[in-house]
């Protein structure tokens, strides 16, 4: 999540394909997301603001087919998944769809889902290696689906520095979230279908 580039310079979400699991009439995967970061800029006074969904936080948004929903989860520091808070119209309470919607448009086919830091929780940042990168485990669940599915993704920071309200106008990083179609069983094998087609996993 960044305003200029200069704080978070990438991004990717690496999905476990092996976590992939077929939930009601959709697929749930489990992934960590990376971001590389400036560790002259990312400090620990920096790391406890962004825990705090009152100071900078952070929002992001999922495009997926108009028909879809999505839940995402972080993981908490004793191991647990807690969802954040969703936005899946215009009119939310921190306007996140609305912010997306005029920043990248929408598709009549497509929707945008934002989501944003819920409050009193506790989750985990892997940030014992923020000499050059900064982790999250995630949980994602999408319906109405088969898979496999690629997903565009927007993050920043909820807030601007000195915790003014911030806008995907003023910088976001971009990436995709990827979920594979899920494990099946051949021949006592497991494999899955993911970027590069199907893949054993045995």
Known sequence: MSFT???????????YEATAAKVGDGIQVRGLATYTVNNAAVNAAYIANWKDPSKLSFMLGLYVNKNQDLTVE???????????????????????????????????????????????KNWALMDQLLKSIAQFEIR?????????????????????????????????????????????MTAGKRWVFGPRGKRWLD
């Open 5 to 15: 580039g200069t704080i978070f310079t990438g991004y990717v979400f690496d999905t």
């Open 74 to 120: 972080y993981a908490d520091l004793a191991g647990n998944y807690f969802p954040l808070d969703k936005e899946a119209s215009p009119g939310g309470k921190l306007g996140i769809v609305d912010d997306l919607e005029k920043n990248f448009g929408v598709a009549a086919d497509k929707k945008w889902i934002g989501f944003s830091q819920p409050t009193g």
């Open 140 to 184: 994602i669940t999408i319906t109405a689906t088969a898979g496999p599915e690629f997903i565009p993704f927007v993050s920043r920071h909820l807030n601007d520095p000195g915790f003014t309200r911030g806008s995907f106008e003023k910088g976001y990083m971009s990436s995709a979230w990827y979920v594979p179609v899920p494990v099946r």
